[in-house]
């Protein structure tokens, strides 16, 4: 009942944040209440290239948050590579069993350790079209993660992270109404380009010509402002013209 | 096209509930694995499907199925109190003017921008309905992904309780409020009604 209570006054205080700034303040107070030191609220994208149109607002160690720069961790996290995989919060300790985790994820969280960022517990966020986000909460270094808050930190990330996102598309960083509009045929090729086909092949399925494929995928590139198809199909995947399941679906 | 089919209505538009059904069925059972009664193998209906539920529902010019809700009344049996109290602290809301918003379904067969634009639709057409009706609040139970979205839509929500693990899933239940605010907060959220769908929403009116 208590905690109800707590996550209903989260959810009260986090919409009513006027800006990033209050936002950080009032996460900072929802981490300390929650038995955590440090909060991460980010879209997953390298911050260096996409600037203020991404989510973005942590209390990590300045130190860190540089280093980190510096690797272009947003893209490749850990972290957030596992948050892509769930939409329900884990640990940290959890990831090795849910993403493969490389000797360089190892070492990056064996050199947040060692800069004071414990164990911690992350909350995916995904909008579909949108860049995926999580909010995490981190303990310091040597303290146990506070078992018993795990659910209304799952509750405080979420709502958290919608606080973000409208705060930011507020300033005009939404930016989906001149999105990059495909025909059904070039959609339809590009969905083929995303299985892993050829032109030739597009072609014999679709029942049009080569020629004509390569000529819908060029124009949808063209449409992207993107010059290779891998980057095609990752951008219509990114903005919801395909989806994983259109791609899977057999 | 958008049907509203309400209880006391006239004899239900049986094709377009068939169809529903069927599309519930694809989605529910064999998409997502839930355990919920199928009636004749096709159609996925359980005992909240009776007279007094009421039902959204998206269908093309052909009445093919695009998507679809169920509304049940909060003052009787529904999913929150019958099955998933603990989600609630202080238990169901309930009373005349709350509904729970149950069996949000998307066609399986439409394309990822099609499905966007049926559920901004849908959206809508959930806060309109409930300005017309005099409803003042939904609840809802949704898993945390899905709970991620309905944040996104914009409108006015609120957590129940604190999530729990039901059936393999973390499980929240949440109160949407529901005023004249709503359908502008939905709008600066980016949530509208499609051209298309509007159309025929118009000519159905």
């Known amino acids: 009942m208590r905690l109800h209570q707590v996550a209903l006054q989260f959810a009260r205080v986090v919409e009513a944040a006027g800006d990033a700034d209050e936002l950080a303040r009032i996460l900072l107070a929802i981490t300390l209440e929650l038995g955590f030191q440090y909060f991460a609220l980010s879209h997953h994208v390298d911050v260096a290239v996409v600037g203020d149109s991404a989510i973005r607002l942590h209390n990590y160690p300045a130190k860190w948050a540089d280093y980190y720069d510096a690797q272009t961790l947003g893209v490749s996290d850990p972290v957030h590579r596992a948050s892509h995989v769930t939409s329900v919060g884990f640990r940290w300790s959890q990831m090795s069993q849910m993403i493969p985790l490389t000797a360089r994820d190892q070492r990056i969280l064996e050199l947040g350790r060692t800069q004071g960022i414990g164990d911690g517990f992350t909350i995916p966020a995904h909008v579909p079209g949108e860049a995926r986000g999580s909010c995490s909460f981190a303990i310091e270094t040597g303290r146990p993660v506070p078992e018993t808050t795990l659910p209304l930190a799952q509750l405080a990330g979420g709502f958290a992270f919608e606080a973000a996102r409208r705060l930011w598309s507020g300033r005009g960083h939404r930016g989906e109404t001149d999105a990059p509009q495909l025909t059904d045929r070039q959609r339809d090729c590009v969905l083929w380009v995303a299985r892993g086909k050829g032109d030739w092949e597009i072609g014999r399925i679709l029942g049009v010509s080569e020629e004509t494929v390569a000529r819908h995928v060029k124009q949808a590139c063209a449409r992207y402002g993107v010059s290779k198809r891998t980057s095609l199909a990752i951008r219509t995947l990114f903005d919801g013209t395909l989806s994983f399941t259109d791609i899977f679906r057999r | ?205």
């Open chain 2, 1 to 205: 096209m958008l049907h509203v089919l309400q209880p006391g209505d006239a004899p239900a538009r049986d094709r377009v509930l068939q169809a529903m059904f069927a599309a519930r069925k694809s989605v529910f059972v064999d998409l997502l694995k839930w355990n919920v009664p199928v009636v004749a193998g096709t159609y996925e209906m359980d005992r909240f499907d009776d007279a007094q539920a009421t039902y959204l529902i998206l269908t093309d010019a052909s009445g093919a199925h695009l998507g679809s809700a169920r509304l049940l009344k909060t003052d009787r049996p529904h999913i929150l109190n019958s099955y998933y109290r603990e989600l609630c602290a202080k238990g169901p809301p309930s009373g005349p003017r709350i509904r729970e918003v149950t069996r949000f379904c998307l066609d399986r067969r439409l394309k990822a921008a099609e499905r966007r634009e049926v559920r901004d639709t849908l959206v809508s057409a959930l806060a309109d309905h409930a300005l017309e009706c005099g409803v003042e609040a939904y609840s809802a139970i949704a898993q945390m992904g899905w709970f991620q979205q309905i944040l996104a839509f914009g409108w006015r929500c609120r957590p129940l309780g604190l999530p729990r693990h039901c059936d393999g899933a973390l499980l929240a239940a949440l109160r949407i409020d529901i005023d004249r605010d709503t359908p502008a907060l939905l709008r600066a959220a980016g949530i509208a009604p499609s051209a298309a769908l509007t159309r025929d929403l118009r000519a159905a009116a």
